[in-house]
Nanobody, 125 residues
Framework: QEQLVESGGGSVQAGGSLRVSCAVS????????IGWRRQAPGKELEGVVV?????????YADSVKGRFTMSKDNVKNTLYYLQMNDLKPEDTAMYYC?????????????????WGQGTQVTVSS
C-alpha cells in the first residue's frame, strides 16, 4: 500500500531555512512523480515542486525558484527532501508531500493520488 510520511517543518523568521522530508513506501518497483504542494489559510492548493523518481526532471513554481531545492536521498532511495532557504512570510502554509505513478511527465498541476499528512511551515516577519 502506498504511503507518504512527512517530517520536519516548523517556525522560522524571514530569511531563515527549514527542511521537510517525505518517506515513501509501496512504490519501490515503480516510477512515480513526487513533490510538495502547499495551502495557506484561505488560499487554493499550490504546486511547489515536483520530481520524477527516475531523477530526470524537477520542476519548481516560479515563487520558489532559487530558494527551494528538492532532492532525493541517494542512499535511502525512498526518502525525499525539500530544502527551503530565504523563507518569506508568504511561504507560510501547510506543506503536503504528494505523488502519483508516472504517466509520461511530472507536472506541478497534476492530479495527485497519494498524500502525506501535511506539515506546517510558519515564517514570521
Amino acid at each position: 500500500q502506498e504511503q507518504l510520511v512527512e517530517s520536519g517543518g516548523g517556525s522560522v523568521q524571514a530569511g531563515g531555512s527549514l527542511r521537510v522530508s517525505c518517506a515513501v513506501s509501496g512504490y519501490m518497483y515503480s516510477r512515480f512523480c513526487i513533490g510538495w504542494r502547499r495551502q495557506a489559510p484561505g488560499k487554493e492548493l499550490e504546486g511547489v515542486v515536483v520530481m520524477d523518481s527516475a531523477g530526470s526532471t524537477t520542476n519548481y513554481a516560479d515563487s520558489v525558484k532559487g530558494r527551494f531545492t528538492m532532492s532525493k536521498d541517494n542512499v535511502k532511495n525512498t526518502l525525499y527532501y525539500l530544502q527551503m532557504n530565504d523563507l518569506k512570510p508568504e511561504d507560510t502554509a501547510m506543506y503536503y508531500c504528494a505523488a502519483h505513478y508516472f504517466w509520461g511527465t511530472c507536472g506541478l498541476h497534476d492530479q495527485y493520488n497519494y498524500w502525506g499528512q501535511g506539515t506546517q511551515v510558519t515564517v514570521s516577519s
